[in-house]
């Protein structure tokens, strides 16, 4: 008989985690259980930060970005000795199961937990997109739009100018922001980590675009689209400062670069992460409710789908380089 759900939030926010974390008090109320904010991730579950939720202290947050529950990365809880501290203030609490919102580092600790006796479910949310056994993660749309919105600005000055513009998104390891908000945005090149990409070609594409009359240009590029994983945290690092220094040099070309940085990360959710949010929380507590655990909850086509943790996190997500295509095609004619 699961009683007590605690909720939390891991790893960078994303916004709709509200959303979630409002569907999962009222879910659990629903289905007669009590639910337990679990604040600050796993570094607050070791702290034993645990206090009860109701409906009211869930009000007016379903527009809201951030998370309500804050959020935090635990090195602590890596540890054998941090996640046994973790299940011992869980267990003072009488937390029967925990839902985790969160990314694949969020995954790994749930992993972790259900492997020491703690049921647990957990729902995507990361603005990255970079989970697998999911269509979508809560946040990456409203990212994506915060970017497709901020490009839409910079093309205004862009086409006065005459400019090259690079603009440099979010995604250390992953493409789908700079993919999708490059397609929807009209970028004449989309740099991600998953395709190497030769800077020459894209200056002599700009050269050509340049001589059938284009007059600026945008380069979409992903903070991680260098090669090394671990560049672009320092703004001197970032790939957009070189790629828009080469294409000066190179072309001639004016050129000026936008680092969009945690801009992405806030704001209201859409209507589409609200409602991922709301259906994927409320499958996760009513699996809970049935004592399951180890599972990931994703969307799949639409439909709702449970998966087995390991079995998810052993997965690649797959970037639709159909989107890849149909870009370089549009750009270059
Ligand atoms: O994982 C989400 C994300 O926003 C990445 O896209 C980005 O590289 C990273 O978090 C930034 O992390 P922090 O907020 O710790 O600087």
Redesign the pocket.
Known sequence: MIKRIGILTS??DASGMNAAVRTAVRSSIHFGMEPYAIYRGYHGMIRGEIEPLNSRSVSGIIQRGGTLLKSA?SDQFLTAEGQAKAVEKLKEHDIDAVLVIG?DGSFRGAQDLDELGVRVICIPA???NDIACTDYAIGFDTAVNTVMDAVNKIRDTASSHERVYVVEV???HSGFIALYAGLAGGADAILIPEVPYSLDDICSKLQEANAKGKTHSIIMIA?GATGDPEAGRLPQDSPSVQVSQYVQERTGYETRMTILG?I??GGSPTVNDRLLASRLAYHAIELLHQGKSGKMVGEVDHRLKTWDLHYALAQEKQLDLEYYHLSNILASI
């Open positions: 790893g960078g990365r990314g990361t603005i990255d979010m995604g250390r903070e945690h992405q990360r």
